[in-house]
């Protein structure tokens, strides 16, 4: 499976994941909250993001086998 396979199959995880990592802390110390409705991301966004968030990047290395 290619990187964009993986996207393409898991868009909402993914974003999902993207915005818990955006929205963890709210910055005043506190726990965040993810807006209503939620940001929207595009497949390049996602892309970075995979590369950047430890746990998105394990995910992708497990389920495109590289």
């Known amino acids: 499976m290619t990187i964009r396979e993986f996207i393409k199959q898991n868009r909402a995880a993914i974003d999902k994941a993207i915005n818990q990592d955006i929205y963890r802390w709210d910055g005043n110390g506190g726990r965040g909250t993810i807006p209503d409705p939620p940001p929207r991301h595009n497949d390049e966004e996602r892309r970075q993001c995979?590369?950047?968030?430890?746990?998105?990047?394990?995910?992708?290395?497990?389920?495109?086998?590289?």
């Open 50 to 66: 995979i590369l950047n968030i430890e746990g998105l990047y394990l995910w992708a290395k497990r389920e495109c086998g590289s």
